[in-house]
């Protein structure tokens, strides 16, 4: 044991040039990786902010027939954070109001976009389905039952099955229609019947 003030001088000169680099690079490491982490939270949450403000913007120009800002706000979602929802629902947007105008290769592409790039496996089959039903309306069937192959979302069953069925009667495959037709209507809850299905079902 160190008897003298001295003796004790040296003994933390000795132990700090033992481990004073080593704490002082810890120290310094922590500092950065703080700084870091509150750099990211804060930059997170302002392009969650400017993501919410766009998209709500974009939804007012579209109700106010504003369509090529709308476009604007859409296209700024979808090429800034493009893996984010609200891209997913921007390109779902403009694939509807594309539908509407009667341009179904833009629709396409904008489905695919949220295909391709969405983490939301709602979404992701929201953009599966409604896409099945573009190809079906311009007779590539075999496309559709392509994209539905991968299920996404497990709570839209029923309805993947009923597309399938009607991909499967365009390509003369009767009997797997029925089969498919027949699944969609085992997965439909008893308080959802579907009079349209029932219709298809009739025809066999």
Not at 94 to 118: P, T, Y
Not at 136 to 147: C, H, I
Request: contains cysteine.
């Amino acid at each position: 044991m160190p008897t003298s003030d001295k003796e004790q001088i040296q003994m933390v000169k000795d132990w700090w040039k033992q481990y004073g680099t080593t704490i002082l690079v810890a120290v310094l490491v922590f500092a950065v990786i703080n700084f870091g982490w509150r750099h990211w939270q804060q930059y997170k949450h302002h392009r969650i902010d400017r993501n919410s403000t766009d998209y709500m913007q974009m939804l007012v120009a579209f109700d106010q027939q504003k369509k090529d800002e709308a476009k604007l706000y859409a296209k700024r979602l979808m090429q800034d954070d493009s893996k984010s929802a609200y891209a997913s629902l921007a390109a779902l947007m403009q694939a509807k109001v594309a539908v509407q105008a009667g341009d179904l290769k833009l629709a396409q592409e904008q489905l695919q976009f949220v295909i391709k790039k969405s983490s939301d496996n709602t979404l992701c089959q929201l953009a599966r389905i409604r896409s099945a039903r573009i190809f079906l309306a311009t007779k590539q069937p075999q496309e559709a039952l392509k994209l539905l192959a991968t299920v996404n979302d497990d709570a839209y069953k029923a309805e993947i099955n009923e597309i399938s069925g009607d991909a499967l009667l365009a390509l003369g495959k009767a009997l797997e229609a029925k089969q498919a037709y027949q699944k969609a209507k085992d997965g439909i809850i008893k308080d959802a019947k579907s009079p349209l299905l029932q219709l298809k079902m009739q025809q066999f």
